[in-house]
């Protein structure tokens, strides 16, 4: 997906350069939407290749190879490509035949680029990419390199910062850089849960979600994928940002301390995670009472098998089972404009200096 529509001016070297200088792109400046990535179909062979390359990342499990990999390739990878192919089979985008964290990316960059280009005109190229499967890290940051773009914001979709997440996305960038001859400047946006026109889009949807309900709920779960504690313990922020995300989004909305919890979801192995897991705290919110429970997801920037699945089947089921009543699940803000709005105020923040008019960034004469 390309912002700009206009060709990329590749001009001769000037004058004074010989004849057989290699031609130079003019400098632009990238800004690459990074997600997590998903199979390109359900299928087993699909869903191997695409969990193999995730589960075998040591950002995502960070066991020793020696120990992990016979693990995963010869039990883990024999068994979850099937239960995880049939989770995806159940939320597959049949129109467009993909996924539908995919699709929604590609919306999102559809829009960003939009208002990009209202804002800052063509001198900025816009894309998208994946950690894992396609379009790859490594394809996308090539193409912006080949297309003349000398400095590039790399903007990993993830409100928090995780190292299983974040971190992983940047290395991977900085991973394609490693292979150029002329490396672009590359800047990494940070953790924006803080950002102010982030939460607003937050509240934002919350509120219109409330709106719209006949009645309202007792208990609003802020329910995050969850990562190992001992991640936490060893330094990764991830679990203390999620806590303050739902600290600033109950103040702004304005809602008691009783009436939002957080809670973690899609444990995997048998390490201890962060809790409580959202599975279990949903059955035991409707064993003390509760009827009507809504819950929001705010560490995925577009909704995916987690969201789709996991919460709208397996922990709606738990809360029903338990005795709950109503389950309203609220929707990423996948492409919203008031979250559009705030990726574009965010990315804007990483631009300075970046942007001055007339400013050619390629080849100083
Ligand atoms: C095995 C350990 C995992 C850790 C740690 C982890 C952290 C983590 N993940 C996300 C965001 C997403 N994860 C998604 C899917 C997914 N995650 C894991 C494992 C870990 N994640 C697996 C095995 C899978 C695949 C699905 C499955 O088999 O259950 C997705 C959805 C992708 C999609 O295609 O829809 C997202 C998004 C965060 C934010 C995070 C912690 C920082
Ligand atoms: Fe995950
Ligand atoms: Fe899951």
Same mark, same amino acid.
């Given at each position: 997906?390309?912002?700009?529509?206009?060709?990329?001016?590749?001009?001769?070297?000037?004058?004074?350069?010989?004849?057989?200088?290699?031609? #130079?792109?003019?400098?632009?400046?990238?800004?690459?939407?990074?997600?997590?990535?998903?199979?390109?179909?359900?299928?087993?062979?699909?869903?191997?290749?695409?969990?193999?390359?995730?589960?075998?990342?040591?950002?995502?499990?960070?066991?020793? *190879?020696?120990?992990?990999?016979?693990?995963?390739?010869?039990? #883990?990878?024999?068994?979850?490509?099937?239960?995880?192919?049939?989770?995806?089979?159940?939320?597959? %985008?049949?129109?467009? %035949?993909?996924?539908?964290?995919?699709?929604?990316?590609? &919306?999102?960059?559809?829009?960003?680029?939009?208002?990009?280009?209202?804002?800052?005109?063509?001198?900025?190229?816009? /894309?998208?990419?994946? *950690? +894992?499967?396609?379009?790859?890290?490594?394809?996308?940051?090539?193409?912006?390199?080949?297309?003349?773009?000398?400095?590039?914001?790399?903007?990993?979709?993830?409100?928090?910062?995780?190292?299983?997440?974040?971190?992983?996305? %940047?290395?991977? &960038?900085?991973?394609?850089?490693?292979?150029?001859?002329?490396?672009?400047?590359?800047?990494?946006?940070?953790? +924006?849960?803080?950002? $102010?026109?982030?939460?607003?889009?937050?509240?934002? $949807?919350?509120?219109?979600? +409330?709106? $719209?309900?006949?009645?309202?709920?007792?208990?609003?779960?802020?329910? +995050?994928?969850?990562?190992?504690?001992?991640?936490?313990? !060893?330094?990764?922020?991830?679990?203390?940002?999620?806590?303050?995300?739902?600290?600033?989004?109950?103040?702004?909305?304005?809602?008691?301390?009783?009436?939002?919890?957080?809670?973690?979801?899609?444990?995997?192995?048998?390490?201890?995670?962060?809790?409580?897991?959202?599975?279990?705290?949903?059955?035991?919110?409707?064993?003390?009472?509760?009827?009507? #429970?809504?819950? &929001?997801?705010?560490?995925?920037?577009?909704?995916?098998?987690?969201?789709?699945?996991?919460?709208? !089947?397996?922990?709606? @089921? $738990?809360?029903?089972? &338990?005795?709950?009543?109503?389950?309203?699940?609220?929707?990423?803000? %996948? @492409?919203? /404009?008031?979250?559009?709005?705030?990726?574009?105020?965010?990315?804007?923040?990483?631009?300075?200096?970046?942007?001055?008019?007339? !400013?050619?960034?390629?080849?100083? !004469?």
């Amino acid at each position: 997906m390309t912002a700009t529509s206009t060709a990329t001016p590749v001009r001769a070297p000037s004058s004074s350069a010989p004849s057989d200088h290699p031609p #130079i792109a003019r400098g632009k400046v990238g800004v690459v939407l990074a997600n997590l990535g998903t199979p390109d179909a359900t299928d087993y062979w699909s869903m191997r290749r695409y969990l193999s390359e995730f589960l075998s990342d040591q950002r995502v499990v960070d066991y020793p *190879r020696w120990k992990w990999q016979p693990l995963l390739q010869l039990i #883990i990878l024999t068994r979850r490509p099937f239960s995880s192919g049939k989770a995806y089979k159940s939320i597959w %985008n049949q129109e467009k %035949n993909e996924s539908p964290l995919l699709t929604i990316t590609r &919306a999102q960059t559809e829009k960003f680029a939009r208002a990009m280009k209202a804002r800052h005109g063509d001198t900025v190229e816009v /894309d998208f990419c994946m *950690r +894992y499967g396609n379009p790859s890290t490594r394809s996308v940051l090539n193409r912006l390199q080949q297309k003349g773009c000398k400095r590039i914001v790399f903007f990993p979709l993830y409100p928090q910062y995780g190292s299983p997440t974040t971190a992983t996305a %940047n290395d991977e &960038a900085f991973r394609a850089l490693m292979k150029m001859k002329w490396q672009p400047a590359l800047r990494t946006v940070p953790a +924006y849960f803080e950002h $102010s026109a982030y939460q607003q889009a937050l509240a934002s $949807s919350i509120e219109e979600a +409330y709106a $719209s309900f006949d009645e309202r709920p007792t208990k609003l779960v802020m329910s +995050y994928h969850g990562v190992p504690e001992r991640y936490l313990l !060893e330094g990764d922020p991830y679990h203390c940002q999620c806590q303050k995300t739902t600290r600033l989004l109950r103040e702004r909305l304005g809602f008691d301390e009783a009436e939002v919890d957080t809670a973690f979801q899609s444990q995997f192995g048998p390490e201890k995670w962060v809790g409580p897991q959202t599975v279990e705290h949903v059955a035991a919110l409707a064993r003390q009472g509760h009827r009507h #429970i809504a819950i &929001a997801s705010p560490a995925f920037a577009a909704d995916c098998v987690e969201t789709l699945e996991e919460i709208q !089947e397996e922990i709606r @089921d $738990s809360f029903i089972a &338990a005795g709950g009543e109503t389950f309203s699940y609220i929707p990423c803000l %996948n @492409d919203r /404009d008031d979250h559009i709005q705030a990726l574009v105020a965010i990315a804007g923040d990483e631009l300075a200096g970046w942007l001055t008019p007339n !400013e050619d960034t390629s080849f100083r !004469e």
